[in-house]
């Protein structure tokens, strides 16, 4: 069965640092891996996503995300945060070889990004 | 705005009333998705539409949930005799799918329901 774990409820960050939030993920097949992020009374964003080829993607505002199939992992990272980064990031996977189309989210990660 | 549009945004009903929402997607996708999401969760999967035809249902969709997506447009979402479990943020989404799966989703605002 498809599964995706995002690890921490809540990730805090100072303005201009590097941010991380962490996503990991159990398929039987290759994954489709996505990024999403969700600000209040907002529909989810389409961030950037993973299909083959060059472990890092880049996406929109700046994110990026390095998936690592040893460690089935594909983390999101930002090389300096902005205070309007702050919102709600889902991963999501799709197993191509399930038979489904259906992507299965995370729990989501609340980012805080401080001044 | 050519996004995809959710009807109403809020929803507010008594437990044992039926409701239905509206989606209507981006007019060129030919995929469709309802997902509900509760405060601290990930959306969760209820079913999708390829065209007018609906692929799959969750076990999430019991017998009091019904969609259509008639000519392939927009869809409906209703829940029958509607239960205070049943509120939570339903969500709408649509792609345009060649089969691959590699496609993103593009995402609705929502409509949230409330049960009382």
């Known amino acids: 069965a498809q599964s995706v774990a995002q690890p921490e409820d809540q990730v805090n960050v100072a303005e201009g640092n590097p941010l991380t939030v962490?996503?990991?993920?159990s398929v039987s097949g290759n994954p489709y891996l996505f990024w999403y992020v969700q600000y209040p009374n907002r529909g989810l964003?389409?961030?950037?996503?993973?299909i083959t080829g060059d472990n890092l993607v880049k996406g929109s505002y700046g994110f990026e995300a390095e998936f690592n199939k040893s460690q089935t992992s594909f983390h999101l990272k930002k090389p300096s945060a902005l205070v309007s980064d702050s919102a709600l990031y889902?991963?999501?996977?799709?197993?191509?070889?399930?038979?489904?189309?259906?992507?299965?989210?995370?729990?989501g990660t609340r980012l805080k990004v401080l001044a | 705005d050519t996004g995809v549009s959710q009807d109403p945004r809020h929803k507010i009903t008594k437990r044992g009333q039926n409701v239905t929402f509206r989606c209507d997607p981006i007019s060129e996708h030919n995929r469709l998705y309802w997902y509900r999401q509760t405060l601290g969760q990930g959306p969760e999967f209820l079913t999708?539409?390829?065209?007018?035809?609906?692929?799959?249902?969750?076990?999430?969709?019991?017998?009091r949930f019904s969609a259509e997506r008639?000519?392939?447009?927009?869809?409906?979402?209703?829940?029958?005799?509607?239960?205070?479990?049943?509120?939570?943020m339903y969500l709408c989404a649509s792609s345009w799918s060649l089969g691959t799966g590699i496609e993103e989703a593009f995402f609705g605002q929502?409509?949230?329901l409330t049960v009382v």
């Open chain 1, 22 to 25: 962490k996503c990991t993920y």
């Open chain 2, 48 to 63: 999708y539409f390829q065209n007018e035809a609906q692929l799959e249902k969750s076990r999430l969709l019991s017998d």
């Open chain 2, 70 to 88: 008639p000519k392939g447009s927009f869809s409906t979402l209703e829940i029958q005799r509607t239960e205070q479990g049943d509120s939570a």
């Open chain 1, 45 to 50: 964003q389409f961030l950037l996503k993973y």
């Open chain 1, 90 to 107: 889902f991963c999501a996977v799709r197993d191509p070889t399930s038979g489904t189309y259906k992507y299965i989210f995370g729990t």
């Open chain 2, 110 to 112: 929502g409509t949230r």
